[in-house]
């Protein structure tokens, strides 16, 4: 919260915010075997930001190994862009499942 000391704005800033770890989440895919490769991809470049190539590679590692991490974010961020690849998965009616972890 700004405050005014002699005419210039500074921040107050507490102990407590100075000594705050960012805290970050993974978003993870889980692999279903129903949920369309198409559907996938799609959702990594338009709610992720991936390249095509990047997004095709990812989907081959979640299909492989049954879930991938694709993205780091803020909790904020990383439900935007949860709510983003749901909206496209609902309009391929396809049930993949993302799930949002605190990062270790």
Known sequence: MPVENEGILERQVTSSTKNE?????NVIFWNDDVTPMDCVVDCLVTAFDKDPLTALSLTFQIDSTDK????????????ERVDRAEAICAEYSAPL????????
């Open 68 to 79: 991938g991490i694709v993205g780091t974010y803020s909790l904020d961020e990383a439900y």
């Open 97 to 104: 499942l993302i799930t949002v972890e605190e990062v270790e």
């Open 21 to 25: 770890i960012p805290v970050f989440y």
